[in-house]
């Protein structure tokens, strides 16, 4: 089992920034994949970055240019940095780990409310 631990979130008003941490304990060996997902309600989560163990990443085309996932081994955390935010920001983000069979565990989710 891991357990994940997000800080960060809030309020921010539109063009602003913001950034999140994850930190993740447990049964951390088979883990390869770091990440990030979002949810509005109503709606299915949505993927937005991720990051190998060997340092590629992956975002989705909605964020791409504006957030920047990143990685710390040593701590088991991994940030997610966001820039010129928009309203269709708002959501639930959740961050996640996967292991080498693709089991996800999840973070608690935080709020991003985007609004003037």
């Known amino acids: 089992q891991v357990q994940l631990v997000e800080s960060g979130g809030g309020l921010v008003q539109p063009g602003g920034s913001l950034r999140f941490s994850c930190a993740a304990s447990?049964?951390?060996?088979?883990?390869?994949?770091m990440g990030w997902y979002r949810q509005v309600p109503g709606k299915e989560r949505e993927f937005i970055a991720r990051?190998?163990?060997?340092?590629?990443?992956n975002y989705a085309d909605s964020v791409k240019g504006r957030f920047t996932i990143s990685r710390d081994n040593a701590k088991n955390t991994v940030y997610l940095g966001m820039n010129t935010l928009k309203p269709e920001d708002t959501a639930v983000y959740y961050c996640?780990?996967?292991?080498?069979?693709?089991?996800?565990?999840w973070g608690q989710g935080t709020l991003v409310t985007v609004s003037s």
């Open positions: 996640y780990v996967q292991n080498y069979n693709y089991l996800k565990f």
């Open positions: 447990g049964s951390m060996a088979n883990i390869n994949t």
């Open positions: 990051t190998f163990i060997g340092g590629g990443t």
